[in-house]
Nanobody
């Protein structure tokens, strides 16, 4: 199974921006469909954005127009650019290899994003 290391989180004011990074192990990264997920305290972990191996992207309704997922296959890294952040975006953010039957990699430690004034 593939392992992931997330980074880039932090404390930001409402309306601010952050860029998250996720570095993956494994030699076949370019073939992976990747997802960013988040888990707020007391809530389940939800899919926020996906990027397929061919580059197609999808977003949860709550972040559409504010978040952008991208990937650099040479660096085996997937990114999540988050703009116009809201307090409800506060969560631990994770990445993983997405599939229709569930994630295929190990969960990393995630990166904390806190949006607060």
């Amino acid at each position: 199974q593939v392992q992931f290391v997330e980074s880039g989180g932090g404390l930001v004011q409402p309306g601010g921006s952050l860029r998250l990074s996720c570095a993956a192990s494994g030699s076949a990264f370019s073939n992976y469909n990747m997802g960013w997920y988040r888990q707020a305290p007391g809530k389940q972990r939800d899919l926020v954005a996906r990027i397929f191996s061919g580059g197609t992207t999808t977003y949860a309704y709550s972040v559409k127009g504010r978040f952008t997922i991208s990937r650099d296959n040479a660096k085996k890294t997937v990114y999540l650019q988050m703009n116009n952040l809201k307090p409800e975006d506060t969560a631990v953010y994770y990445c993983n290899q997405w599939s229709s039957v569930g994630v295929l990699g190990y969960w990393g430690q995630g990166t904390q994003v806190t949006v607060s004034s």
